[in-house]
Nanobody, 125 residues
Framework: VQLQASGGGLVQPGGSLKLSCEVSGLSLRYYAITWFRQPPGKEREGVACIAPSNTGTVYADSVKGRFTISRDDAKKSSYLQMDTLKPEDTAVYFC???????????????????WGQGTQVTVSS
């Protein structure tokens, strides 16, 4: 399995970014896709998860109403639209694909088997 997150960069507070995740090596439509982030000096945390076949989404409280997760199984991709960004959103963002429920993935009750390469998001004026 290969996971590649991209689309990060430097953005001012209040701005927007859209991250992309390309997945290869599996039939993505069966997998839950979860976005995680790791702020500097802190532990990795779940941000958003989307279930197979778009049957549901789960968000961390810190991003509800600001971030939107989506998926395109035909393109083997997932996206994280991030709006109204705050300095505390600064982190390296990762995507994962697992055969597990979103609520257990988001809380890291079940740890992903593969992380892939992340993308840096910096929110600063």
């Amino acid at each position: 399995v290969q996971l590649q997150a991209s689309g990060g960069g430097l953005v001012q507070p209040g701005g927007s970014l859209k991250l992309s995740c390309e997945v290869s090596g599996l039939s993505l439509r069966y997998y839950a896709i979860t976005w995680f982030r790791q702020p500097p000096g802190k532990e990795r945390e779940g941000v958003a998860c989307i279930a197979p076949s778009n049957t549901g989404t789960v968000y961390a409280d810190s991003v509800k109403g600001r971030f939107t997760i989506s998926r395109d199984d035909a393109k083997k991709s997932s996206y994280l639209q991030m709006d109204t960004l705050k300095p505390e959103d600064t982190a390296v963002y990762f995507c994962t694909a697992e055969l597990a429920p979103c609520d257990q993935l988001l809380t890291l009750w079940i740890r992903p088997s593969s992380w892939g390469q992340g993308t840096q998001v910096t929110v600063s004026s």
